[in-house]
């Protein structure tokens, strides 16, 4: 079982990236990680697999929590 949860916040850029959650984010994409380096390399492509690329506007910021 995957012990890591990846979560990729998709924040607008006037939020900093202190205040971006999960209340803040524009979009929240969710998947497995095996490992802590493996979690922070999927957050940004998680997010551009489902068409958030960044840019103007918008900024991706990945945080790694315990599976629950």
């Known amino acids: 079982m995957n012990a890591i949860l990846v ?3 998709v924040c607008a850029s006037t ?3 202190p205040d ?3 209340e ?3 979009d929240v994409i969710t998947g497995p990680a095996h490992t802590l380096q ?3 390399v999927q957050g940004p492509v998680l997010a551009a697999n489902a068409g ?3 840019g103007e506007g918008s900024y991706v910021k ?3 929590e315990p599976r629950r």
């Open 62 to 64: 990945t945080r790694c």
């Open 38 to 40: 493996e979690c922070l």
């Open 20 to 22: 971006c959650s999960r």
């Open 7 to 9: 979560v990729a916040l």
């Open 24 to 26: 803040t984010a524009l």
């Open 15 to 17: 939020v900093q990236a």
């Open 52 to 54: 958030h690329v960044g």
